[in-house]
C-alpha cells in the first residue's frame, strides 16, 4: 500500500512530501524536502528502509544546503548495529530508530515500532541527522502515549517537550509550532 503526505515546516520554512510504501517485507520511504534557512536554501532527498517491525535498517540522505552537500549511507540489522561504507558506527550501537530533523515523518517510526500503550512511556537512545548542521549524533528521546493519536514526545538532551497528534496509521498530523501534515 503506498501513502503520499505533505508537510509545511514551519520553524526551517519547507515544503516536504514522502511517499510510504508499505508491504509485507517492510517499509520503504522516500522524502523531499526544499526550504530556506537563515537566508540560505536547501535540498534534500532521504530514503529509509524497515523491517516489518518498523526496526531500522538503511537510511539514505542526500542534501545540499546553499553550495555545501551533505551525503549520508547507513545499514543496520534492525537492532540498532550500524554500518557506513561496511565500517561499523559503535557510537550509534543500540539506537534502533533515526530521527531526521527536517522531517516530522522520523518520528513515525518508533510510533510504530513500540506500540506503547495509552499513559505507557518509554526512553530509546536514538541516532539523531542534523541535516543543517551536518551532523549525526546519539540522542535519548521519550515517547509517551497519551491516548491513540496523541503521543508527547521529549528530547532528553536539550529538555525539548511537544505534543504530536497522528493519524489511525501513526502518521503525523501535527507537531505544533514545527509541521503541519497539508496532505494524505
Given at each position: 500500500?503506498?501513502?503520499?503526505?505533505?508537510?509545511?515546516g514551519?520553524?526551517?520554512n519547507s515544503m516536504e512530501k514522502c511517499l510510504l510504501d508499505a508491504t509485507a517485507a517492510g517499509n520503504e520511504i522516500n522524502g523531499v524536502i526544499n526550504g530556506v534557512f537563515e537566508a540560505r536554501p536547501y535540498h534534500v532527498e532521504y530514503f529509509i528502509k524497515t523491517n516489518p517491525g518498523w526496526e531500522t535498517i538503511a537510511f539514505e540522505i542526500k542534501s545540499r544546503i546553499a553550495d555545501k552537500t551533505f551525503?549520508?549511507?547507513?545499514q543496520s540489522d534492525g537492532k540498532g548495529r550500524w554500518t557506513?561504507?561496511?565500517?561499523?558506527?559503535?557510537?550509534?550501537?543500540?539506537?534502533?530508530?533515526?530521527d531526521i530533523s527536517l522531517t516530522a515523518f522520523t518520528n513515525t517510526l518508533p510510533i510504530k515500532r513500540l506500540r506503547l500503550a495509552k499513559k505507557e512511556r518509554r526512553r530509546i537512545p536514538v541516532l539523531y541527522i542534523d541535516?543543517?548542521?551536518q551532523q549525526t549524533r546519539r540522542i535519548d528521546q521519550l515517547y509517551t502515549k497519551l491516548s491513540d493519536t496523541v503521543y508527547k514526545y521529549e528530547n532528553v538532551s536539550n529538555n525539548f517537550k511537544s505534543i504530536i497528534t497522528v493519524d489511525d496509521a501513526g502518521l503525523v498530523v501535527a507537531?505544533?509550532?514545527?509541521?503541519?501534515?497539508t496532505a494524505g
Amino acid at each position: 500500500m503506498q501513502t503520499t503526505i505533505s508537510w509545511a515546516g514551519q520553524d526551517y520554512n519547507s515544503m516536504e512530501k514522502c511517499l510510504l510504501d508499505a508491504t509485507a517485507a517492510g517499509n520503504e520511504i522516500n522524502g523531499v524536502i526544499n526550504g530556506v534557512f537563515e537566508a540560505r536554501p536547501y535540498h534534500v532527498e532521504y530514503f529509509i528502509k524497515t523491517n516489518p517491525g518498523w526496526e531500522t535498517i538503511a537510511f539514505e540522505i542526500k542534501s545540499r544546503i546553499a553550495d555545501k552537500t551533505f551525503d549520508l549511507h547507513f545499514q543496520s540489522d534492525g537492532k540498532g548495529r550500524w554500518t557506513t561504507g561496511n565500517k561499523p558506527e559503535e557510537a550509534f550501537n543500540g539506537c534502533i530508530d533515526i530521527d531526521i530533523s527536517l522531517t516530522a515523518f522520523t518520528n513515525t517510526l518508533p510510533i510504530k515500532r513500540l506500540r506503547l500503550a495509552k499513559k505507557e512511556r518509554r526512553r530509546i537512545p536514538v541516532l539523531y541527522i542534523d541535516v543543517l548542521e551536518q551532523q549525526t549524533r546519539r540522542i535519548d528521546q521519550l515517547y509517551t502515549k497519551l491516548s491513540d493519536t496523541v503521543y508527547k514526545y521529549e528530547n532528553v538532551s536539550n529538555n525539548f517537550k511537544s505534543i504530536i497528534t497522528v493519524d489511525d496509521a501513526g502518521l503525523v498530523v501535527a507537531y505544533p509550532n514545527h509541521f503541519l501534515r497539508t496532505a494524505g
